[in-house]
Antibody, heavy 120, light 108 residues
């Protein structure tokens, strides 16, 4: 069965960096676009970033552009999110999600998320 | 960017009642690019509906999606206990993907 397991969350100071990982299993990872979506405490969902199945195309929300970088290693079935210049407003649960069929599509599977707290 | 506005913010209903959730877009959205998700506390969102009206695998028939243009609706025909949750609409197909702010369906 499809599984997505995020890791790498934690507490970081403003201006700091963190790298999140999402380990995928149960499907052919290299043939699906993948996304990061975040949810601030008690708030709604916010799309963060997308990467094409082969890593050649990436899109970002304006709120993270220039600070976050999405990447993937298809040989390791793993998705990454490198976060730098972190701000308190980046505090959220970060979910990885699989695009159902095509790029920038709806999400048919989600991980359980990893919590990132940016605080001094 | 297409902004999605959901209403009401909270819906207080009893099991067995009908729930009608609205999602209004700031500009016309193709019916093939509108989805709905359900999220329960401490859980990841779950896909309910895609392309406005198509139920995802395993989703019960009481979940009905409809709409066109700028107005979309998720109807839960008869609420079951497990349906009390937060519901989000999403526009997909091009960047940026956007979500509505959510509608909470709570027990009256």
């Amino acid at each position: 069965q499809v599984q997505l397991v995020e890791s790498g969350g934690g507490v970081v100071h403003p201006g700091g960096s963190l790298r999140l990982s999402c380990a995928a299993s149960g499907f052919t990872f290299s043939t699906y676009g993948m996304d990061w979506v975040r949810q601030a405490p008690g708030k709604g969902l916010e799309w963060v970033a997308f990467i094409r199945y082969d890593g050649t195309n990436k899109y970002y929300a304006d709120s993270v552009k220039g600070r976050f970088t999405v990447s993937r290693d298809n040989s390791k079935n793993t998705l990454y999110l490198q976060m730098s210049s972190l701000r308190e407003e980046d505090t959220a649960i970060y979910f990885c999600a699989r695009d159902a069929y095509s790029a920038l599509y709806y999400f048919d599977y989600w991980g359980l998320g990893t919590l990132v707290t940016v605080s001094s | 960017e297409i902004v999605l506005t959901q209403s009401p913010g909270t819906l207080s209903l009893s099991p067995g009642e009908r729930a009608t959730l609205s999602c209004r877009a700031s500009q016309s959205v193709s019916t093939s690019t509108l989805a709905w998700y359900q999220q329960k506390p401490g859980q990841a969102p779950r896909l309910l509906i895609y392309a406005t009206s198509f139920r995802a695998t395993g989703i019960p028939a009481r979940f009905i999606g409809s709409g066109a243009g700028t107005d979309f609706t998720l109807t839960i025909s008869r609420l079951e206990r497990e349906d009390f949750a937060v519901y989000y609409c999403q526009r997909y197909g091009s960047s940026p993907l956007t979500f509505g702010q959510g509608t909470k369906v709570e027990v009256k």
